[in-house]
Structure formats: structure tokens, C-alpha cells
């Protein structure tokens, strides 16, 4: 197994040797299902648990292994199973709040170059989602492309390419067919070598369908053995990286339900870069853009150079990401407070101590 051709770089190399440990191997985890990662090294797969002093050291589970990660492994001797020691420095994460009110984030995947976001053009054509989506790759420093599925149940995709056009910001819109099989040579085309990209977006939108018509049809096998879900189609139950033939990586991933975000104020305006450009002109540095004299942004909505439903998103999401922002630092001072008490109770626990005495 050529560890190159799985994204390995310089960069990974250099980390790996600094850990100084001659009997550890890398890897990288191409597959997870309840607990047990499935590592691929210069010696094949190998199936792999993680360590329990990486598991207690994590700070949450985003630092514990993910597909896409490069890891440090050490092979058990005698068995073709290793335990995962260390996870090397992620070039880039893709990552979503829990859903939920907890505070805490979830990696989807690691170290992942291109990003395509699938929105099918049958039914439940969402720009606004596609916006989401869109933040949360630029969060991730990764690329983002814009797949428009099922064009072939659409018999005029015209408007809805514009209307994808239009949130797309710098991302490449393309109209794909999973079934005729159109753009999908447009797709390829946007894959380099050993480059890594995960395909995200709600279930049924056509995923899975996509990724196998990249992968050729060996691995029609591996979609049809997936689970169906209550309404008895195939979906996608675990996140798994495979190989493409023409070289470069693909993950599939499960649709996802809830998609909050877990964002900075910099990823909002990036995609939103028409609106953060407008907003350079406010008179107040920290203006809302909602009554506040001297706004650039409000007038550029009455006049319709900006869409009132992109302002109305923008201002969503802004809020939304505000929002996180102070629930971790919420979460952080809470997180004090319960170690100060901690610390409080382990004295008063303590036997009389001297002070006590006086
Ligand atoms: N007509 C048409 N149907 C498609 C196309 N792509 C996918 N489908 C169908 O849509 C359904 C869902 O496709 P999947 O590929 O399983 O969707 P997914 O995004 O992987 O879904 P999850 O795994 O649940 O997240 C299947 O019945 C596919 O045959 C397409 O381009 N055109
Ligand atoms: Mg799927
Ligand atoms: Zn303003």
C-alpha cells in the first residue's frame, strides 16, 4: 500500500517522525463502526482500537481518531489488530455542532481537500441549506463545490442552477445525474491525485449513488449491503473512505438531519462575502445591520442588489453563530466553576486540616 497515494505529505511525515517511537506504524482510518476503526498502513488494513491513555487525555471526543485522520499505530505482535497511540495534526477538519444544547463539536471528517455539497433538484430545493453547508467547509479551510443531483427528474433545472448560483459565492455549480450520468465526468475532473473529498448533504439527495458512479461499478456491492432505513431504502449508516480509480480518496457520508453550525464570525462572511463587502461601508464598525444610521447594508437590500431572503439568512445565521460564541464561553466558565468546586470539595474532604484548628 502506497501511503502517498492515501494523502500522506511532508508535512504528516514530519509529525510522525517527532513522536520518535520505532515500533509505531501510520495509518490512516478509512472506516469507523461502534468503536472499532479500520486503519489502512503500508502493510494493508488493520483494524484498530484506540488507546486508553489517548481516549482519558482527550480534551473532548473532536481530538480522538476520525476518518480521514493519520494516526501513530501500534501493531499488536502476533495479531493483525493495532491500537491507535497518537493522532497526527489535521490539515483541515470538518466539523458541526452536536445537535442538541450541548456545546461541543463534531468532527465528520479529517483531512479532506475538496468538499462537494449534494442538494437534489426533485424536491426540497434549499439554498439556504446549501449556505450552511458552505460555511461550514470555508470553517474548515477546505474547497467547497456545489452538486445539483437528479437533474434528470427536473425538466427545467435552469432557475434552480441560478438560484444555487447566486449563494454559491466563489464554489463551482454543477448540474449532476447519478442516473444518466450526467456531470459526473465534470466531477472527476475536479479530483487531483491522493487528494481527499467527502460528499455531504441530506439523505436520499443521492450521495452514495454519485460516489459509486466515481468508484465504478465493483463498488455497487458495498452500497447495497447497507442497511435500510424505515422506509426500506439504502442509506448510509457509517462514514467510510475508498479509493477512486483515478486516483484520490472519496468519503461517503451519512445525510445529515440537523446541521448546526460550528463556526466563526470569519466563515460567515465569507460566504456571505457580498454582505461583509457592503458592510466595510457602515458608519458604526459593529453595526447589525438592522436600524442603525448609516448602514450600507440595509439600503443595498431595499434597492435589491442584495435579496431580501439572502439578508434574512445572512442575519440567521450570524445570530446563530453569535449564539455559539457565547455558549462556549458559557460552556468554558462553566466548565470553571464545576472545576473549582471540584477543587473546594476535595478540601473540605480532607481530614481537619490545621487552618481548621485555629
Ligand atoms: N432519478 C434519480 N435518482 C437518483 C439519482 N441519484 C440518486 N438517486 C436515487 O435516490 C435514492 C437515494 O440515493 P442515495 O445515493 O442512497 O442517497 P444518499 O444521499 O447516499 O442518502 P443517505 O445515505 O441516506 O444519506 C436512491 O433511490 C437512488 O437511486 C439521480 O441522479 N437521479
Ligand atoms: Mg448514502
Ligand atoms: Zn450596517
Redesign the pocket.
Known sequence: MNLKGLGWSEGFAEAFLRLGEASWIPGRVVSEHRGIRTLVTEQGELPATVAGRLEHQAASAAELPKIGDWVAVAPLPGESKGVIQHVLPRKTQLGRKVPGKVVTQQILAANVDLVFI?Q?L?SGFRPRRIERFLMLAHEGGIRPVILL?????CPDPAPLLAAAEAVAGSATVIL?????RRGIKAVTALIRPAETVV?L??????????I?RLCGEEYQAT?EV?EK?AKG????TARELLPLPGGGLVI????LRELQLWVNEEAVDESFAEIAELALGCRFRDCQHLQEPGCAVRPAVEAGIVPQARYESYLKLRKEQQALASGTQEHVIRTRQRQTRVHHKTRTALPRQRWDEE
Open positions: 449534494v437534489a426533485d443531483n437528479k437533474a434528470d427528474l449532476t445525474s447519478a442516473n444518466t460528499f448533504g441530506s439523505s436520499g439527495v443521492g450521495k452514495s449513488s454519485l459509486n452500497i447497507r432505513d431504502r439504502h442509506t448510509t461517503d457520508t451519512p445525510g
